[in-house]
């Protein structure tokens, strides 16, 4: 069974300052991590794949293999940033999206 | 254009009623999900079809049906609705069922049940 955590629920930073939202996994095969945002009121957008290694509105996410964890980080958030972020694994198998419990981000002015 | 499109994106309707909420998508993908999300956010996994094949069935109540006339198409029709059936539903997208390229999401359908 395939399984992904994110511990905070809500993460409120400041304008300019590091942002980490966690993301912890378990998966007995080699699994395909991602991100997705849901800005208020639109649609969730795939924000960032590990397999892709990409950097995208300043978050990068590395997958740590030993501690199961795919956080998300960005240097300097930015108050545009404030949304639900949702961590998501698909097994290597494919055929299904298992998501987070999401963290709603907050960046204050 | 919209690459995957839900109607209607808002439905309030009775208990005991029976609905439908229609998702195409025009990005040639394969594979097209529904997934729920409840009243926490949490987003779960209801349906997955790929070439119009039922894939995955997620201990969903048989009250919900969904239909893949074709593979631009996926359809779910909700027989005899219940106040816990009130949530957004999302339809997505994938190239194929890997989903290793990611899904797309249609805007969502906010269901009320009263």
């Known amino acids: 069974a395939q399984r992904v955590t994110q511990p905070e629920k809500l993460l409120s930073v400041f304008k300019g300052a590091p942002v980490e939202l966690k993301c912890n996994y378990s998966?007995?095969?080699?699994?395909?991590l991602f991100w997705y945002v849901q800005y208020s009121r639109q649609r969730l957008q795939l924000l960032l794949r590990h397999i892709s290694r990409e950097s995208i509105k300043g978050f990068t996410a590395d997958l740590n293999k030993g501690e199961t964890s795919f956080h998300l980080k960005k240097p300097f958030a930015q108050e545009e940033d404030s949304a639900m972020y949702y961590c998501?694994?698909?097994?290597?198998?494919?055929?299904?999206?298992?998501f987070g419990e999401g963290t709603q981000l907050t960046v204050n002015p | 254009d919209t690459a995957v499109s839900q109607t209607p994106k808002y439905l309030v309707t009775q208990m005991g009623n029976d609905k439908s909420i229609k998702c195409e998508q025009n990005?040639?993908?394969?594979?097209m999900y529904w997934y729920k999300q409840d009243s926490k956010k949490f987003l779960k996994i209801m349906f997955s079809?790929?070439?119009?094949?039922?894939?995955i069935n997620e201990t969903v109540p048989n009250r919900f049906s969904p239909k893949s006339p074709d593979k631009a198409h996926l359809n779910l029709h909700i027989n005899s609705l219940e106040l816990g059936d009130s949530a957004v539903y999302f339809c997505?997208?994938?190239?194929?069922?890997?989903?290793?390229?990611?899904?797309?999401f249609g805007s969502g359908t906010r269901l009320t049940v009263v």
């Open positions: 990005l040639g993908h394969d594979t």
């Open positions: 997505a997208s994938s190239q194929d069922l890997s989903g290793d390229y990611g899904y797309t």
């Open positions: 998966y007995s095969g080699s699994p395909e």
């Open positions: 079809y790929n070439n119009k094949e039922l894939i």
């Open positions: 998501a694994l698909s097994a290597a198998s494919g055929s299904r999206l298992t």
